[in-house]
DNA sequence: AGAAAATTTATCGTGTGCGATTTAATCGCA
DNA sequence: TGCGATTAAATCGCACACGATAAATTTTCT
């Protein structure tokens, strides 16, 4: 608010489409913030949808996992859901008690364990089918704006995991100059 | 994998850029995952940057609320970062604990609790100035997506915002005829 | 003025997420 | 063969996130 007769007078060095540095600290040019509360809007619409299969979100994502290639083992669920053990071990273990997978030790490689869903598991994705054209219809997107999202939100993912692990130094070398 | 042919035999129900039903419980289709699986690599993006301030992801986020507008109540932060109490509470006292801000009942109403930052507090903005061009840098996108994005994004949040209200009668009416 | 309703924050319990560590099994290599 | 290194799960501790609820204050209504 304070001083956007600046953009003008130095329009050269920054011109109107680019933010001053004031402008990189406010939470409403964070992308990031933009995906964190696209997040939790997508968890609390989900809610009582899925608190009719007594599911909860990250459980629901494992069981269309599932659906999708039964008999994972927890690491290859990790993989493919982005979690690690220590995430995905105990919501498993809730699930099992729930009695809509089982767990069973791998008779090939002991270390792992293999998820398989139980039938009361298979039989709940014919309920879950309606889910996704529901949450479409909720979105008010057309299917080909939904894909494009999808596509950016891989890419930037894809470039954040690239580029985290070199983020300290990164950062360290932009406080250096600035 | 099974059954691409499908879509060919039956082209004119369902073309080609239409999904099958399916096709619709895949997790790579869930446009949800997406937007989860980005937050997630988000917040690791950002764990080795702000473990140099001592701060976790959502305790930025709070501060950078704070760095935009100084004062604010539990509730006005809650509103601004769409989080209840319940959380924001136990959040801010452990950056009071940090000694980052400070808390006191507000005087004309002694419901709600002013946050303050502390010199401390003030002082950690100018280290974390270089944070958004680091992200920025990061991401490999122009300015121009990032705002696209964030558009996209804040578009979507709103209308799961709106919708959600009533997507537990959506969903019920939508595996009746299903 | 005074009781009922509404508002704001705080508290409690459950379920993620993840860093650090542990345990058990497998692999690699001398 | 055997022993160190690696790998897969599990365990533990801490910090969100949120539903349910409680406690304190203010507002509203009569």
Known sequence: MSDTKGSRETSAA????EATCEDLLKLGNFLCFSVYSAGHAFTRAYKPILDKLGLTYPQYLV???????DGQTIGGLGSRLGLESNTLTPLVKR??????????????DERQVRVRLSDKGSGLKA???????CLGAATGMTHEDA???QADLDRLREALETAAPR????????????
Chains 1, 2 share one sequence.
Do not use: D, N, Q
């Open 14 to 17: 920054t011109p109107a489409a």
């Open 63 to 69: 069981m269309v996992a599932l659906w999708e290639a």
């Open 95 to 108: 699930l099992e008690a729930m009695e809509l997978v089982s767990r069973h030790r791998c008779t090939e």
């Open 127 to 133: 309920m879950a089918a309606g889910i996704p054209l």
């Open 147 to 149: 894909r494009r999202m």
């Open 167 to 178: 983020l300290s130094e990164v950062f360290e070398a932009t406080r250096a100059k600035g």
